[in-house]
């Protein structure tokens, strides 16, 4: 038997908690400066409990704002939803139908588009930025939304999860699905796509967080502050110079960045940790 | 091997269902990779409006550029301290949380959600608590008579950054180690605490082993997140300073190329990164297919 060891799952306790509060510190200091006036926050050392300001802040940036950014929060939310929904609802649907091709059917060159796709594993955004920037503009495609989603919806991973699960799905289901006259769509329809919705949530959790949490590419290609995401507005809020950094405001701007993945981490935690260990191995 | 499959018959289908992936990955991935290899070995004048080849005249000088040298060092150092810190923390808090079962649970949430903060966004959370002018812990630190300004001192830059950049990736990593631990047989631990071994002994003699595979597939992505994520964190905190003390290699790639203008050494910097990405994939599709021999 395993003895119990009472003072050691005292220490246990405390070196767990004691980590939780490292964790934890810098967004709790976070959160209670965003419900302070900056003359508070800049009187040095800041109050470490939360004080009235909370609505006026959160309310400033939603709907105006920060001095140095001429575009809201709120627009700015917006525009990494659309960003984050795109990419991720984009690289499910590109990879669910790539992969089910590259199962379901025997094709010329079936080997060399599965290469194709395999090698993009070794060509992230920032190996190749000069070069793709350019491509991006020459399309026109600068400050829109097709130009920060395009280039980021290929993804191997994704499409690779989606082969591996394909091929566990039993060949009798084929089958007898060709037996009663389905052609390749209906199948895919009726029975493939029921079949992945959990694999799909999976992918969706990480593919969510993934896109509203990129931060290189959209800081190249958005010069026009209506398609500011949050985090690039963040920065240029801190971008001031040699003028004063608006704290409560940049700390407001950064509990929204912070709040929508966070939620839904902790609401789809088993799917986020499924689809984290699946895409990963 | 794979076995025979049952197919459909289509001849147009498949390459239809194929071409948003392929038309992507040509547009955005192949052909600025190509392009980067190409402007590696060509030197721009200073208007862009002609080019010459120059064989690896751009390598030669990113290699003997002092600046650049530095680069690589902090990269190294900096990635090794960012994978062998966040790591270790990560272990640590695994196997204590997998003690405690019930409450473990618990801790489980509270330790796993910071990954969904992005690396940029703790950047931010850390220099706000370390600025120099209303930083509650730089003031702390001034009251124990400790100079903070990490925009002054490299040593302290470079500290602020790796520290960030582990306090995001300690969850990552304690989600995998936390799965590993989850699948030791207890009978194992059991069958070791019979023979009289310590909590000690029995996590370096059995644990630690049994939990390799998954500490060496760690390593990798680590690595690579440290060698790339970490970009949002430096941009945040110091932009490559003081004196290219935080510059490492993804961010120079980025400053030299956008701010700079440099595009012949940028795009030679790409191919070396580029190098560095295929060399962790193969190493880890290398371990990927000893897993399945098993």
């Not at chain 1, 009472?6 to 908690?17: E, G, N, R, V, Y």
């Not at chain 1, 991973?157 to 989606?162: D, E, N, P």
């Not at chain 2, 600046?67 to 810190?85: C, D, E, Q």
Request: charged share 10%; glycine share 6%; aromatic share 14%.
């Amino acid at each position: 038997m395993v003895r119990n060891q009472p003072w050691l799952t005292f220490i246990t306790h405390l070196i767990i908690l004691l980590g939780i509060l490292v964790l934890i510190f810098p967004i709790y200091v976070t959160f209670v400066a965003s419900t302070h006036t900056l003359e508070t926050i800049l009187s040095v050392p800041m109050p470490m409990l939360p004080g009235n300001e909370l609505i006026n802040n959160y309310l400033t940036v939603l709907t105006a704002g920060s001095n140095s950014v001429g575009v809201s929060v709120g627009r700015m939310m917006i525009n990494s939803l659309i960003m984050a929904l795109g990419i991720a609802f984009g690289k499910i649907v590109i990879s669910l139908i790539a992969a089910y091709a590259l199962v379901y059917f025997r094709f010329r060159f079936r080997l060399f588009f599965f290469w194709l796709i395999f090698i993009t594993l070794m060509l992230p955004v920032e190996v190749r930025i000069l070069p793709t920037y350019e491509v991006v503009a020459k399309m026109g495609l600068l400050n829109s939304y097709t130009g920060l989603i395009l280039p980021l919806i290929a993804s191997a991973t994704a499409t690779f999860l989606f082969r591996q699960f394909f091929m566990s799905i039993p060949n009798e289901l084929c089958e007898a699905a060709r037996v009663d006259g389905a052609g390749p769509i209906r199948f895919f329809i009726d029975i493939v796509l029921p079949m992945s919705r959990t694999s799909i949530a999976a992918l969706f959790v990480i593919l969510f967080i993934y896109g509203w949490n990129q931060y290189l590419w959209p800081l190249l290609i958005t010069t026009d502050e209506q398609f500011y995401t949050m985090l690039i507005g963040i920065k240029r809020m801190l971008d001031v110079g040699e003028g004063q950094v608006e704290w409560q405001l940049v700390m407001a701007s950064t509990m929204l960045a912070i709040i929508p993945p966070v939620i839904v981490v902790v609401q789809m935690q088993k799917q986020f940790i499924q689809g984290l260990t699946e895409t990963e191995k | 091997m794979e076995k025979q499959r049952v197919v459909f018959n289509n001849k147009v289908l498949p390459y239809m269902l194929l071409a948003p992936q392929v038309a992507i990955t040509l547009v955005f991935f192949i052909w600025p990779a190509s392009q980067s290899l190409f402007l590696s070995v060509l030197q721009q004048d200073p208007f862009g409006l002609s080019s010459t080849f120059v064989w690896f005249d751009n390598f030669s000088t990113i290699f003997t550029d002092e600046i650049y040298r530095k680069s690589l060092g902090t990269t190294a150092i900096f990635s090794l301290l960012v994978t062998l810190a966040s790591m270790s923390v990560a272990l640590l808090l695994a196997v204590l949380a997998n003690r405690v079962l019930f409450t473990g649970r618990v801790y489980k949430t509270l330790i796993i959600w910071p990954y969904a903060v992005a690396t940029m966004v703790a950047g931010v959370l850390w220099y706000f608590l370390f600025n120099p002018t209303a930083g509650i812990i730089s003031h702390l630190l001034k009251s124990m008579n400790y100079d903070w300004n990490h925009g002054l001192y490299e040593g302290q830059a470079f500290f602020l950054v790796v520290f960030a950049s582990v306090w995001r990736q300690v969850s990552y990593n304690f989600i995998f180690f936390l799965a590993g631990l989850q699948s030791i047989p207890p009978s194992l631990i059991e069958a070791s605490a019979i023979d009289g071994a310590s909590p000690f002994r029995r996590f370096w003699t059995i644990v630690f082993p049994l939990l390799s595979p998954t500490s060496f597939f760690l390593i990798v992505v680590n690595v690579v997140y440290a060698f790339f994520d970490t970009f949002g964190v430096v941009d945040a905190i110091t932009g490559g300073g003081p004196n290219h003390a935080t510059d490492i290699m993804v961010f120079k790639v980025y400053h030299d190329g956008f701010k700079g203008l440099d595009y012949g050494g940028s795009a030679a910097q790409s191919v070396i990164l580029m190098g560095v990405v295929i060399l962790l994939t193969i190493i880890q599709f290398r371990y990927i297919e000893r897993k399945v021999h098993y």
